[in-house]
């Protein structure tokens, strides 16, 4: 496995890569790196190229041009490079009737990985009580966790996702981020396509941002938390009602709820600006106290820029939206 110190090359080199996925569009100028225990995220609306460029790294489509080197070595000669790389797709199916200790072992075997890693692996994915269960009959967050740690059973430097926690419900998304996050640790180097901030929040350390099949240069994580600004509540009174007893409430949850950075006054109500981050509970519990307060509410809303309308403004602003 890779090590995070020393003078080796990064774990990945994407150089110049052009890929043609149809007449009208493709892929042009892709560069970036990943070092070992490095988190780069590829963000970009739907059809910006993302799930393309994973797999062209991952070695399954060749690029029209440009280059891809994994730890040093053309990503063309695959038998010198696929031991580097771990890859887990979007989507994939798991076998019937076969348990999760039996399907562990057999891609021990398949990756010529020391089969003495069985106990390590599932214990690193929480899962030593489901060995004898069939894996079909895993839980979503199981299942996914499964094909992680089997795309490192033979240790590689890469670690290749595809929407990491498609499909999860929140607390198994978080255990999965978990389980990557010490995989980086350990100097496995991710690259994943994402279209959710809680994944880049848990993961990125640099971000590759895609619009039209072209990068936007010199883009930043910095420039994401920027361009997003922070979430933020608006509570809104009645069209007939004084909009100042609200207002004057709102003003005391600096005070009361950990989440709250600021409270500006809006024409029917108040604008509640919160930490930056994602803060899934606390419209309901600043709803709960307005409640207990007596404060009437017409509307509550919670309000944070998605991923697509961050590429969107960052498309504009480095004038990618004009580029044929």
Same mark, same amino acid.
């Given at each position: 496995?890779?090590?995070?110190?020393?003078?080796?090359?990064?774990?990945?080199?994407?150089?110049?890569?052009?890929?043609?996925?149809?007449?009208?569009?493709?892929?042009?100028? #892709? @560069?970036?790196?990943?070092?070992?225990?490095?988190?780069?995220? #590829?963000?970009?609306?739907?059809?910006?190229?993302?799930?393309?460029?994973?797999?062209?790294?991952?070695?399954?489509?060749?690029?029209?041009?440009?280059? +891809?080197?994994?730890?040093?070595?053309?990503?063309?000669? *695959?038998?010198?490079?696929?031991?580097?790389?771990?890859?887990?797709?979007?989507?994939?199916?798991?076998?019937?009737?076969?348990?999760?200790?039996?399907?562990?072992?057999?891609?021990?075997?398949?990756?010529?990985?020391?089969?003495?890693?069985?106990?390590?692996?599932?214990?690193?994915?929480?899962?030593?009580?489901?060995?004898?269960?069939? +894996?079909?009959?895993?839980?979503?967050?199981?299942?996914?966790?499964?094909?992680?740690?089997?795309?490192?059973?033979?240790?590689?430097?890469?670690?290749?996702?595809?929407?990491?926690?498609?499909?999860?419900?929140? /607390?198994?998304?978080?255990?999965?981020?978990?389980?990557?996050?010490?995989?980086?640790?350990?100097? +496995?180097?991710?690259?994943?396509? @994402?279209?959710?901030?809680?994944?880049?929040?848990?993961?990125?350390?640099?971000?590759?941002?895609?619009?039209? /099949?072209?990068?936007?240069?010199?883009?930043?994580?910095?420039?994401?938390?920027?361009?997003?600004?922070?979430?933020?509540?608006?509570?809104?009174?009645?069209?007939?009602?004084?909009?100042?007893?609200?207002?004057? *409430?709102?003003?005391?949850?600096?005070?009361?709820?950990?989440?709250?950075?600021?409270?500006?006054?809006?024409?029917?109500?108040?604008?509640?600006?919160?930490?930056?981050?994602?803060?899934?509970?606390?419209?309901?519990? #600043?709803?709960?106290?307005?409640?207990?307060? /007596?404060?009437?509410?017409?509307?509550?809303?919670?309000?944070?820029?998605?991923?697509?309308?961050?590429?969107?403004?960052?498309?504009?602003?480095?004038?990618?939206?004009?580029?044929?």
């Amino acid at each position: 496995m890779a090590d995070s110190t020393g003078d080796r090359p990064p774990v990945l080199q994407v150089s110049g890569l052009e890929y043609r996925v149809s007449p009208e569009f493709s892929l042009r100028g #892709i @560069s970036f790196e990943v070092a070992a225990g490095e988190g780069v995220a #590829i963000i970009g609306s739907n059809g910006a190229g993302k799930t393309t460029v994973i797999r062209l790294v991952a070695g399954l489509l060749k690029p029209r041009s440009g280059t +891809v080197a994994v730890c040093g070595t053309d990503a063309r000669r *695959w038998g010198r490079v696929s031991h580097h790389i771990g890859y887990v797709q979007q989507a994939k199916e798991l076998p019937d009737g076969v348990t999760v200790e039996a399907y562990v072992r057999y891609q021990l075997r398949l990756r010529r990985a020391d089969p003495g890693r069985l106990t390590e692996l599932l214990a690193l994915a929480d899962l030593e009580s489901s060995s004898g269960q069939y +894996v079909r009959t895993l839980s979503g967050g199981s299942q996914r966790k499964l094909h992680i740690i089997t795309a490192v059973a033979h240790r590689p430097d890469l670690l290749i996702l595809d929407e990491p926690t498609a499909g999860l419900d929140p /607390g198994a998304q978080q255990t999965l981020l978990r389980l990557v996050a010490d995989l980086k640790k350990d100097g +496995v180097g991710v690259l994943f396509a @994402s279209h959710h901030r809680h994944e880049l929040d848990a993961l990125a350390d640099s971000v590759v941002v895609l619009h039209g /099949g072209r990068q936007a240069p010199g883009a930043s994580l910095a420039d994401i938390a920027r361009t997003a600004g922070n979430p933020r509540l608006v509570l809104e009174t009645h069209p007939d009602d004084d909009p100042g007893p609200l207002q004057e *409430w709102s003003r005391t949850l600096a005070a009361r709820h950990g989440a709250v950075r600021a409270v500006h006054p809006a024409r029917s109500g108040a604008d509640v600006e919160l930490d930056a981050g994602e803060h899934p509970r606390a419209l309901g519990e #600043i709803v709960t106290l307005a409640h207990a307060d /007596g404060i009437a509410l017409r509307a509550a809303s919670y309000h944070q820029a998605t991923l697509a309308d961050i590429v969107h403004v960052i498309a504009r602003h480095t004038g990618l939206e004009n580029r044929p």
